[in-house]
């Protein structure tokens, strides 16, 4: 076991050697020096240090506030307030650890455990996803996936989340808190702190890289099946386009209406030639319109998939490849 050394602040004052023979000693449970009142509350292995000060004219409510926390089995005296350090006469040159400091400590060390880790496992990239695994995620992200597909169809930058490869640990996210409970843990024990955040920091990493493999297969099957549908779109938007080329008088649209009923109006052929393929039920005119807002109850838009057919006179210009529409309809 490695010996215990006498910390520097007990050595060169009076006030610092009195004080570190009172923290060690269990039975004295205050002590009262140069104006000051000090009391121990025990929280084994560790003493927290408060105090008063009896100097009623400088200090109207003379609760006890904080002043440190003593470790008894290092001996180390960490998160020292700016009364204490005075009270002591510490030089400005000795250093003392704090929460903040010991927290992104712990985040340096448990990061570089857990890349060791990673370095001694071979083969965890190339590891069989599990079917049940791969479904849960692709239920989970389904919206994620359809959007980010769009993202990358439509030419935009892939996710920041596939460009990291390994994350750097945080207690500043969701899942993991310094608080002082974590804070105590890791001065007690820090290499088995480290140990056990590091593992399993290690796990979510393996965890992370297998929902983002399945994630980026997914966007990559949902980017190219967009990629087709948009084809198929454009192609259904040229078509209508041409078939009303050159036509001047209104036209006659069939588009299907559920369960296996269609609605028919006439719209102008200037309407059917727009880039978008979707046509607005407030460029019909008449009637035709009325009725239509009766049935829907709102502005109707149909989509270019939902026109089967676009005719004039006795003739048809553009028919969907699956109309299922005879003419005597």
Known sequence: MKRKRKPGWAKKTTEGRR??????????????????????????PFIFVYGQTAEKERYVCRDFQFLAIFNMDTWELTDVSYQLRSFLEIPENQKFRFQQKCKRQAE???????????????????????????TSVLCRYRDWIKKEAEIQAAGGEESERFKEDIRQFTFDGDRDYFDYRTYLSYLKNPETFIFRYGRKFCKRIKEQYRINRILKEAVEQEKIRYQEERRERIALITRIREAVKGIDDEVAVI????????????????????????YPISTISGKEKRDLLKKYGKDKAWDITEIWKVGIRNRWLYEAEKSGISDAA
């Not at 004295?28 to 009391?39: A, D, H, V």
């Not at 455990?113 to 695994?133: Q, R, S």
Request: glycine letters at 8%; aromatic letters at 16%.
């Open 19 to 44: 004080m570190f023979r009172w923290l060690r000693r269990r039975k004295e449970q205050t002590l009262t020096e140069r104006g000051w009142q000090f009391i121990k509350v025990y929280h084994c």
């Open 108 to 134: 340096r060390e448990i990061q570089k455990y857990a890349i060791k880790l990673l370095g001694e496992e071979e083969g965890w990239k190339e590891k069989e996803i599990f079917p049940w695994k791969r």
């Open 255 to 278: 588009t299907e209406a559920g369960n296996g009923t269609y609605d028919v109006f006439h719209m102008e052929p200037e309407i059917l030639r727009n880039f978008l393929g979707v």
